[in-house]
């Protein structure tokens, strides 16, 4: 039976209303802040086939609108009314991605029949494991990463497996959160049953099946027509995560967009192999993953707002992710950090775009969203693990306007806490939480200015963690003439003798007394600053969003005694020696690494990485790396400069020319 579009509209919006009932359950009955606040969740309604087709309209995650269940629904043979199943397990199924994210789905029955899944996840502020908040660059396995629930019924015959929930109690530093979190999830997914159920009886079984795949043609329709106005072509972009490591090299991913008519390849050739810290994203070579394509999704809606998000809309994309690189890992590979590489993912998917359409595309976002987690006590002594919020920068500036101040890009949707939240729950005490000056890259359109957060850490063995610290070295790109973003900042004790500059460590260890400051990375400008309207700079001024001298230096707009000098800026303006608008800027030590690292050469070493070992990549890249930096007076072709370098490799380490070991 055929549905028309009228009553097709009535449907999707019943369904989405649904998902958004499930996400308002979540966040008024959860017990973390990172979830009631900050909103690192997700709710979906999933086919039968586990396929999204519906999310909430404003709330959450976006990174899951397309995902797929299915891996994890074809775990149990058999599916009962009113069961609930549970994992978070990054390497079951490849649907959790790191073990804070449980996952939980349940099935919607309807006259004995399942007529779809409701499902979500939550991040839990911390799972166990050998750091506070469970996540750290530190770690180099999975199992340093806290608890791993495999796939198993959490609710069955009516009934609540206790032995789960023991098992989470004794693993977790804060049991009664994660405990409340998780009945706040059940709650959820009861409330979807029921909605989904209502609607359901009101359309029928056979004509909610056939509308839910209309649905899905819908946005697979709309994503194939977006694609057509895209010029077919080959577009590669590459960006760096700072250290692939503690004290690491640069972490490459690269990225190859395909465009042939209505249909997208996204080819990961070319990025970092599997790496000996947590950056590692556990994939399953899946090619419509949502890690690697949320960039993707984001590009689509930024050319057209209309646009349907569910997992239709991937349809016309596939991935390419080679098997044991840092976009594919496998086990025991650590993943906890895999949101800060999924964030340069969506960072490389902007940019080869931005090379296809650079009058559409806004400039980079940030890519380095420090997540401030705190385990301390209480002065009663009660265990505290709680979440402050997040600190990163703003939106990227766009061809129409300023990008976002304070959050913006790539994870935008993660919301902050209000500090008066922060200090009643943590023995902290904020000194500033707010906008910094001139973070925003310059631009005629500047980048979105970065957040500051600072406090005062007011108990003993308080250890901070900064999950996702990034851009301290290599910052965001600027677009069409305009400047790259800033760098993120990190100090214990700023601006007293002890002061520390802490760079990307994660995981900080502090007394009563001690001061954190965390400045998040800057976004990218659009086009030249040089062009941006003299009000629109005087403005910036005026709220201090712009000091006095960037808007001399780097904006050409002279400032005094509270007015414009207008001649003075003429001057300025017009005395500026010739700047070669490049379609994308990029830092100097960007420019200063690829200046030694070229495309050529890191495309030998990838050509040669993907012949060694899985578990051998890591540790030659780096030992590659080391060698290279000598090389500096060889004046030999780069080819035969790597070629020897390889050579050296594999006789140093016994490795025959296929990659296999000798002996």
Same mark, same amino acid.
């Given at each position: ?15 989405? !209303? ?42 959450? *995650? $976006? ?81 340093? &990463?806290?608890?791993?629930? $495999?796939?198993?019924?959490?609710? &069955?015959? /009516? ?38 159920? &209502? ?50 090299? $640069?972490?490459?991913? *690269? ?5 042939? /008519? ?48 569910? !997992? @239709?809309?991937?349809?016309? *994309? ?17 993943? @906890? ?77 993660? +919301? ?25 890259? #310059? ?6 200015? +970065? ?26 790109? /600027? ?14 004790? #700023? ?28 976004? /990218? ?51 500026? +020696? ?68 390889? !050579? ?10 296929? @990659? &296999?070991?000798?002996?």
């Amino acid at each position: 039976m055929s549905i028309d579009r009228r009553n097709l509209k009535v449907l999707a919006n019943f369904c989405s !209303a649904a998902a958004d009932a499930m996400s308002f359950t979540l966040m008024r009955t959860a017990h973390s802040a990172f979830v009631k606040e900050t909103e690192d969740f997700s709710c979906q309604v999933v086919t039968r086939e586990g396929l999204a087709f519906a999310n909430p309209r404003q709330f959450g *995650a $976006p990174w899951y609108s397309g995902i797929d269940y299915a891996p994890l629904l074809a775990m149990f043979d058999a599916y009962s009314e009113g069961d609930i199943c549970i994992t978070n397990d990054p390497y079951s199924g490849y649907v959790a991605t790191h073990s804070p994210d449980i996952h939980i789905w349940k099935p919607v029955f309807h006259d004995g029949k399942i007529a779809c899944f409701v499902v979500g996840h939550i991040h839990n502020t911390d799972v166990g494991g050998a750091v506070p908040a469970s996540l750290s660059r530190t770690l180099s396995e999975i199992e340093q &990463e806290g608890l791993r629930i $495999p796939p198993v019924k959490l609710v &069955e015959n /009516g009934m609540i497996n206790t032995f789960v929930l023991e098992i989470i109690r004794t693993n977790v530093r804060a049991p009664t959160q994660n405990l409340g979190d998780l009945h706040a999830q059940i709650a959820s997914v009861n409330i979807g049953e029921r909605k989904m159920q &209502e609607i359901v009886r009101r359309f029928g079984l056979e004509v909610f099946l056939e509308g839910v795949s209309q649905i899905l043609d819908y946005a697979e329709a709309q994503t194939r027509q977006i694609l057509t106005s895209v010029p077919d072509g080959d577009y590669f972009f590459s960006d760096y995560a700072d250290e692939d490591s503690v004290g690491g090299k $640069p972490c490459r991913v *690269a990225l190859t967009v395909k465009i042939r /008519g209505d249909e997208v390849i996204l080819d990961y050739t070319g990025s970092d192999p599997q790496l000996g810290s947590s950056l590692n994203m556990p994939t399953g070579g899946r090619e419509r993953h949502p890690l690697v394509m949320v960039g993707l999704t984001y590009v689509l809606f930024t050319l057209d707002n209309s646009l349907l998000l569910n !997992a @239709g809309t991937l349809r016309p *994309a596939r991935a390419i992710l080679p098997e044991g690189t840092i976009v594919n890992c496998s086990p025991p590979a650590a993943v @906890g950090l895999r949101s800060l590489t999924c964030a340069m993912t969506q960072i490389v998917t902007l940019g080869a775009f931005v090379k296809a359409l650079p009058e559409l595309m806004p400039a980079s976002s940030p890519g380095g969203n420090a997540i401030m987690n705190i385990k301390t006590s209480s002065r009663n002594g009660r265990p505290v693990m709680a979440s402050i919020g997040p600190v990163g920068g703003g939106g990227g500036g766009t061809p129409f306007g300023d990008g976002s101040d304070g959050a913006g890009g790539a994870t935008g949707f993660l +919301s902050n806490t209000p500090i008066e939240i922060s200090e009643a729950e943590v023995p902290i005490r904020f000194l500033r939480y707010g906008l910094e000056p001139d973070t925003g890259a #310059p631009g005629r359109y500047r980048g979105g200015l +970065s957040a500051i957060m600072e406090f005062e850490v007011c108990t003993p063995e308080t250890v901070v963690t900064a999950r996702n610290r990034n851009r301290s070295i290599m910052s965001g790109w /600027g677009v069409n003439g305009a400047h790259p973003g800033k760098v993120s900042s990190f100090h214990r004790n #700023p601006g007293q003798p002890s002061e520390i500059s802490l760079g990307n460590t994660d995981v900080v260890k502090c007394d009563p007394g001690d001061v954190i400051r965390v400045i998040g990375p800057g976004a /990218g400008g659009y086009g030249d600053p040089f062009t941006r309207p003299v009000r629109m700079v005087f403005d910036d001024v005026r709220k201090g969003a712009v000091s006095l001298q960037s808007a001399r230096l780097d904006y050409g707009v002279v400032i005094k005694d509270g007015c414009v000098d207008q001649v003075g800026t003429v001057v300025a303006r017009g005395g500026r +020696s010739a700047v070669s608008l490049e379609i994308i800027t990029h830092g100097e030590e960007r420019k200063a690494f690829e200046a030694v690292w070229t495309s050529d050469r890191y495309d030998l070493l990838t050509e040669f990485l993907a012949m060694t070992p899985t578990r051998w990549r890591f540790f030659l890249k780096h030992r590659i790396f080391d060698r290279v930096d000598e090389l500096t007076a060889d004046r030999r072709p780069i080819d035969v400069q790597m070629r020897d370098v390889f !050579a050296e490799m594999r006789g140093l380490y016994g490795l025959s020319p296929s @990659g &296999e070991q000798y002996g």
